[in-house]
């Protein structure tokens, strides 16, 4: 397997695109994480199976959020994507996310070629309200039966703000 941090750059952040890498499918239970060290995917933990992914979950290659991995991603997609594929993806928001006291943003992006939505979510408002009380939901309670109340969703930003965080994100890793 190749390094994706190695093999991937960041994408076109500023015009809205990036490169992102999946760790675990949509609907999954398993915590699958990139190993940067060892440059390859691990099972970190499985996660009680009420807590079910509410979207593919991956990271941005080049990247280093402010508790040290690589910054996230939330992948909107009717279909699970499968562990280790990478993709184009738009940039429609950012879930601003305490977790243990750190920020560990997410990115939230849909395939940059979506013909079967016809490329039509274009911001998190095209998703609703009520797409992101469970986002919210998922992410404020799937550490309840270790660590209760470890983690907090302190809102959404906007295109805009999720550029920000990626070019933060980019320096960061450029930094190390």
């Keep these: 397997m190749a390094d994706f941090n190695q093999v991937l750059e960041t994408g076109d952040y500023q015009n809205g695109i990036i490169n992102t890498v999946v760790e675990i499918p949509q609907g999954s239970f398993l915590k699958i ?3 940067r060290k060892r440059a390859a995917f691990m099972l970190d933990r499985v996660e009680p199976s009420i807590y079910t992914k509410p979207t593919n979950y991956g990271f941005i290659p080049q990247t280093l959020d402010e508790d040290g991995d690589e910054l996230d991603t939330l992948v909107i997609c009717e279909e699970p994507i499968p562990t280790g594929v990478w ?5 429609i928001g950012v879930m601003n996310f305490i977790d243990d006291g750190e920020a560990d943003h997410k990115v939230v992006v849909v395939p940059a070629d979506d013909r079967n939505s016809g490329d039509s979510i274009t911001s998190l408002d095209d998703l609703g309200d009520r797409w992101k009380q469970k986002v919210e939901q998922h992410f404020m309670h799937y550490k309840d039966l270790k660590k209760p ?3 907090v969703v302190e809102g959404w930003g906007d295109v805009e703000a999720a550029k920000a965080i990626v070019a933060e994100s ?3 890793y450029k930094n190390q």
């Design 33 to 35: 994480e990139w190993d």
């Design 87 to 91: 993709l184009e993806a738009r940039i």
């Design 149 to 151: 109340g470890s983690t």
């Design 170 to 172: 980019i320096e960061r």
